[in-house]
């Protein structure tokens, strides 16, 4: 096999290759870094080599896992590449995207066999892992497999059988919470200032907002992550952000993901294993200790927030 690097910085470089060799000693290291490359989604080639699409993110971990190897004694280079002889551009995609079908099938089994369990035998924390693993499929799923789509259906099925259903509302009830003043409490963190976004964004555009620990200091507003008051809040296992989605049926993909972050940040239980918004949710901490005003402090995550949200697939 024979490939083409490029030459000129303006040229399309699709791909990156990884070469590397470990002492036979270092087995165990040999065995790491096996695990690891697996967990990035690479295609091995059978000549030699490993291969990924080139973005930003791939490069970072194979160069990484490059400086590593050298640190075990061995040798390793990672190549931008233009084309390989042998494998034309269509048929690497191929190959990437019969990988993940591979691990999505093996999902899809295990995803029916526990919604065919009623609710009550199904085994405690199942559906948790099954959720994290498609997450760890769909982030290596560089080539956006239809079985991803197949899956996702399924897993939203085994939520709500689950017991997640989405209270559903009629448009006349959800019209009540058009072009109101919501309310919650200063300071906000990773669940006000998300739930507050959600509002905005999928509910009440219109939506103002302000800030106390009484509900009586201002009855007209609508409550939302308050303490002692009616409204919108924690219910059961959810947070507030998850109990708006169910009361007014916000069901798009990409508003779930998020909700996912945002309950593993608030609620520290590690429920959905994202890690995503943890980093957001310590700036908002730290804009708070610096004295920034609820109002900044809430339209700062706000922003943070729908940037979250548009940085999806």
């Known amino acids: 096999m024979a490939v ?8 399309r470089v699709p791909w ?4 590397f060799s470990l002492p036979t000693s270092r087995a165990s290291q040999r065995v790491e870094v096996w695990r690891k490359l697996q967990r990035y989604g690479v295609l091995a080639l059978r000549s030699s080599g490993y291969v990924l699409p080139n973005s930003a993110a791939n490069q970072e971990k194979l160069e990484w896992l490059a400086t590593a190897i050298r640190n075990y004694r061995g040798q390793a280079s990672v190549v931008q590449v233009h084309a390989f002889d042998d494998l034309p551009e269509q048929k690497l ?3 990437f995207m019969e990988a993940r079908s591979k691990d999505y099938e093996s999902l899809l089994r295990d995803l029916k066999k526990l919604v065919a369990l009623s609710p009550a035998r199904r085994p405690a924390g199942r559906l948790s892992r099954l959720r994290r693993r498609f997450q760890e499929i769909s ?4 080539f956006q497999s239809p079985l991803r789509g197949r899956v996702e259906t399924l897993l939203a099925r085994s939520e709500e059988s689950d017991g997640a259903r989405p209270v559903s509302r009629s448009k006349s009830k959800a019209r009540e919470y058009l072009n109101r003043v919501w309310m919650t409490r200063p300071r906000p963190g990773i669940d006000r200032v998300s739930s507050a976004w959600l509002i905005r964004r999928f509910i009440d555009p219109k939506a103002r907002f302000v800030f106390g620990d009484d ?3 201002h009855p007209e507003a609508v409550p939302f992550d308050m303490f002692h008051a009616e409204g919108f809040g924690h219910r059961g296992e959810d947070c507030t952000f998850e109990t708006l989605c169910k009361q007014f049926a916000i069901r798009e993909a990409k508003v779930r993901k998020v909700a996912q972050m945002i309950h593993d940040a608030d609620l520290g239980d590690e429920k959905f294993g994202r890690v995503e918004a943890l980093g957001i949710d310590q700036v908002l901490n730290g804009w708070a200790n610096q004295g920034v005003a609820d109002e900044e402090l809430l339209q700062r995550g706000m922003d943070l927030i729908e940037g979250l949200y548009h940085g999806l697939a």
């Open 16 to 19: 990156l290759l990884l070469v």
């Open 93 to 95: 995609k191929q190959l």
């Open 215 to 217: 509900a009586a200091d």
């Open 139 to 142: 982030a290596i799923d560089f």
């Open 4 to 11: 083409t690097c490029p030459t000129n910085n303006n040229d």
